[in-house]
């Protein structure tokens, strides 16, 4: 790798010149996955940052991103490879008009030129060269199945394909699993990880986020976008609005050449933050609606 971790002050370091806010805690678990080689688990709301971690690293070690995204349905085949059946169609094909060999044919029609790798083929392929960083992102949108493979694969980083024989890395790729917590991930997952939650953010820290996301901002704006996001938190609402809606709204905001919260602005802007009906409803017809209230939030 092109980085190496010697303290968790420098791992916070490399993160904040990558634009990163991360506290010791993140930091820790980290500098310990790196050492260890050991997978790390995030979890935490949607838009909290987990995600971007797995950006940040493969930034700092100067190594690809190789991106797993997990949803309902997801099997072995899609994530790990699966065989190029038209162009298989296609060289039998031409190599019959050829007058080839029945088992001339097999032996080149199930190689490595007619296998597509997935994302964790690929992971483990590409570690050959340098060591990949692997997200497996939202794995709590996949099936139990999958997580029980996924066992297999992130304990020893190797693949058995019948065809060709058994593929190993030579070097453990840094894997990062995400989850938002929709539903409870088996805890044989976790035992093979490093487990840290990202929670939202404090008001200090989220400033800091604003301030180093969009450096054009002007300060007291950024506060004042960050109390505001601390309030409404704070509400009860369907989805409370994390990070990435906060830099967003902000960057929306000085789109519109604003650098000071108004009441109409807020109003116009509500779709940057709050992604349910329920909840914009919420916000105008109980919340705006208190003078207190809506004195606070843009104060």
């Known amino acids: 790798m092109a980085a190496d971790f010697h303290s968790i002050d420098q791992v916070m370091e490399k993160m904040a010149d990558a634009r990163y806010i991360a506290d010791r805690a993140l930091a820790t678990v980290l500098f310990l996955a790196h050492r260890l080689e050991k997978p790390i688990f995030l979890e935490g709301e949607p838009g909290v ?13 100067d190594t ?15 994530a790990l490879y699966e065989w190029n059946y038209p162009k298989q169609l296609l060289y ?31 992971a483990i392929v590409r570690a050959d060269e340098r060591a990949p960083v692997l997200l497996i992102d939202e794995i709590d949108r996949s099936d139990e199945e999958f997580e029980a493979f996924l ?26 699993v995400t989850s938002n917590r929709t539903r409870d991930v088996h805890d044989a997952l976790k ?36 109390r505001f996001m601390q309030r409404l938190r704070q509400e009860d609402l369907l989805k409370r609005p994390g990070v990435s809606e906060t830099l ?13 919260l108004e009441e109409a602005v807020v109003m116009e802007t509500l779709g940057c933050i709050l992604k349910y ?23």
Not at 49 to 61: I, Q, R, Y
Not at 152 to 169: H, Y
């Open 151 to 176: 066992l297999e694969v992130l304990s020893d980083f190797q693949i058995t394909i019948p065809e060709i024989g058994t593929i190993r890395a030579k070097n453990k790729p840094m894997v990062v």
């Open 277 to 299: 009906q329920e909840d914009i409803r919420k916000f105008k017809e109980e919340i705006w609606q208190d003078e207190e209230k809506r004195a606070v939030y843009i104060s």
């Open 64 to 78: 690809e991103l190789i991106r797993l995204q997990c949803y309902e349905g997801l099997d072995a085949t899609t």
């Open 191 to 226: 035992r093979r990880c490093l487990y840290h939650w990202i929670d939202y953010p404090s008001f200090e820290k989220e400033y800091k986020i604003i301030m180093t996301k969009l450096p054009g901002i002007d300060a007291k704006f950024a506060e004042q976008v960050a």
């Open 92 to 122: 039998i094909r031409l190599q019959e008009k050829e007058k080839r060999s029945k088992d001339e044919i097999e032996k080149i029609l199930f190689s490595s030129q007619f296998l597509i790798r997935r994302p964790l083929l690929e």
């Open 248 to 260: 967003d709204w902000a960057r929306a905001l000085m789109e519109m050449q604003k650098d000071y």
């Open 49 to 61: 940052g987990k995600t971007e971690v797995a950006v940040v690293m493969a930034k700092l070690f």
